[in-house]
């Protein structure tokens, strides 16, 4: 298996994929414009959270809560001490999930 140098850029990735399918470039980017418009509402907090792309992968999206901070914890690096925690912001956490027929393919 030889590996390429650099990945593919996004007008290489629809090339390829009008290549193999006949449509037209044009054609193959609506339909990427579709897709995630598709996986954005349904990643959305107020859509389903999840969502499967047939035969890749799933995508799923976790609401993570802001923290406050200022709580004293113990620095896991030098025991004894102490460490003061940061307030963090609310986020949204994406985790890919490859399919079982796409890692097999891979192999």
Same mark, same amino acid.
């Given at each position: 298996? !030889? ?20 449509? !037209? ?65 609310? !986020? ?16």
């Amino acid at each position: 298996m !030889s590996k390429a140098t650099k990945p593919m850029t996004k007008a290489a990735v629809y090339e390829a994929v009008a290549a193999a399918t006949e449509f !037209s470039k044009a054609d193959v980017k609506k339909f990427f414009e579709a897709l995630s418009e598709i996986v954005i509402k349904q990643l959305h907090k107020k859509g389903p959270g999840a969502i499967t792309i047939p035969g890749l992968v799933k995508l799923t999206a976790t609401q993570k809560k802001a923290s406050k901070g200022g709580e004293k914890k113990a620095n896991p690096f030098k025991p004894g001490e102490f460490i003061i925690t940061k307030p963090k912001p609310a !986020s949204v956490k994406v985790r890919a999930r490859a399919g079982k027929a796409f890692v097999e393919s891979l192999l």
